[in-house]
C-alpha cells in the first residue's frame, strides 16, 4: 500500500520563512528514495505553522528518508527554529489528481495486488 504522511510544525516568531527554504532545499533526492509527492504548505493567516504532505512509495522508503544524510542535516538545522509542536497523520493513499504512477505501471490506487 502506498504510505502518506501529513504533518505540521509550528516555527519560532520570524522562522517559519527559512524552515520552508530548508524543507525544499533537498527534494530532488527524494524521488530516488521513492518519494513520488512532497509538498510544503503555508497559510497566509497563520505566520509560525508549516504543513507537509508526503506520499511515499511505502513507510519503509519513507523511514529510510529520514536517515540520509541529507535529510539528518536539514533536520538538525530546522531543529532550534521550531517550537517542538508537532501534529502528523499516517494514511494509505487511494489515488488523486498529480499522483504519478508507481514504477511497476499501476497507479497509486491499484496497489493491492
Known amino acids: 500500500m502506498t504510505y502518506g504522511y501529513i504533518a505540521s510544525m509550528k ?6 520563512d527559512e524552515v520552508v527554504s530548508i524543507l ?7 524521488r530516488e528514495a521513492g518519494c513520488h509527492l512532497y509538498v510544503v504548505s503555508v497559510s497566509d493567516d ?3 505553522t508549516i504543513w507537509v504532505t508526503e506520499v511515499w512509495e ?5 523511514d529510510a528518508s529520514l536517515e ?4 539528518k542535516a536539514a533536520i538538525g538545522k530546522a531543529m532550534p527554529m521550531l517550537t517542538g509542536e508537532f501534529t502528523r ?10 499522483l504519478q504512477p ?12
Open 89 to 98: 497523520q499516517e494514511l494509505s493513499v487511494m489515488g488523486g489528481l498529480g
Open 46 to 48: 497563520d505566520d509560525v
Open 24 to 30: 525544499l532545499s533537498g527534494v530532488e533526492g527524494l
Open 58 to 62: 511505502s513507510k519503509e522508503h519513507h
Open 102 to 113: 508507481l514504477s511497476r505501471g499501476r497507479s497509486i490506487a491499484d496497489t493491492s495486488g
Open 68 to 71: 540520509l544524510p541529507e535529510t
Open 11 to 16: 516555527t519560532q516568531p520570524g522562522s517559519r
